[in-house]
C-alpha cells in the first residue's frame, strides 16, 4: 500500500505544472535518481515476499527504472513540462545503485556462516 501511495505521489508531482521559478533550485536530476531509488527499495520490500531475493533485485530495478521512464514520457503531452534525457539517466543510476547494494548485502549476508538472513 505505501508502495501504491509513493508511486502516485511521484506520478502526480511528475505531471503537474511547474511554475518557472518556483521548482527545485538547480537541476532536479538529483531528485530524480533518489525518486527511483527509493522506489526500487519499496518494491524490494514488496517483491521478496513473492518471489526469491535475487529476482526481487533485479525486479524491482527494473520497475523503478520503467515507472520512472513512464513519468518522463508522459510529461511530452504536459504543455508546461518537458522529457529530459539526463532525468532518465538519473532514475536509471538511482535504481541500479539501491539493487546493487541489496545484492552486495545478500551476498554478504550468504558469506557469513551462521548469520541470520
Same mark, same amino acid.
Given at each position: 500500500?505505501?508502495?501504491? @501511495? /509513493? @508511486?502516485?505521489?511521484?506520478?502526480?508531482?511528475?505531471?503537474? &505544472?511547474?511554475?518557472? $521559478?518556483?521548482?527545485?533550485?538547480?537541476? !532536479?536530476?538529483?531528485?530524480?535518481?533518489?525518486?527511483? +531509488?527509493?522506489? @526500487?527499495?519499496?518494491?524490494?520490500?514488496?517483491?521478496?515476499?513473492? %518471489?526469491?531475493?535475487?529476482?526481487? *533485485?533485479?525486479?524491482? +530495478?527494473?520497475?523503478?527504472?520503467?515507472?520512472?521512464?513512464?513519468?518522463?514520457?508522459?510529461?511530452?503531452?504536459?504543455?508546461?513540462?518537458?522529457?529530459?534525457?539526463? !532525468?532518465? *539517466?538519473?532514475? @536509471?543510476? $538511482?535504481?541500479?545503485?539501491?539493487?546493487?547494494? %541489496?545484492?552486495?548485502?545478500?551476498? /554478504?549476508?550468504?558469506?557469513? &556462516? $551462521?548469520?541470520?538472513?
Amino acid at each position: 500500500m505505501v508502495n501504491l @501511495a /509513493y @508511486a502516485a505521489a511521484l506520478l502526480i508531482l511528475g505531471l503537474i &505544472p511547474v511554475v518557472p $521559478g518556483q521548482g527545485l533550485v538547480g537541476s !532536479d536530476v538529483l531528485v530524480h535518481g533518489l525518486a527511483s +531509488g527509493a522506489q @526500487a527499495l519499496m518494491l524490494f520490500w514488496l517483491l521478496t515476499t513473492m %518471489i526469491s531475493p535475487m529476482m526481487a *533485485v533485479i525486479s524491482s +530495478g527494473l520497475g523503478a527504472f520503467l515507472f520512472g521512464s513512464m513519468v518522463e514520457v508522459l510529461q511530452i503531452f504536459q504543455p508546461a513540462r518537458y522529457f529530459q534525457l539526463g !532525468d532518465l *539517466v538519473a532514475s @536509471a543510476v $538511482g535504481s541500479i545503485l539501491v539493487c546493487a547494494a %541489496i545484492g552486495l548485502l545478500l551476498a /554478504y549476508k550468504r558469506e557469513i &556462516p $551462521g548469520r541470520a538472513g
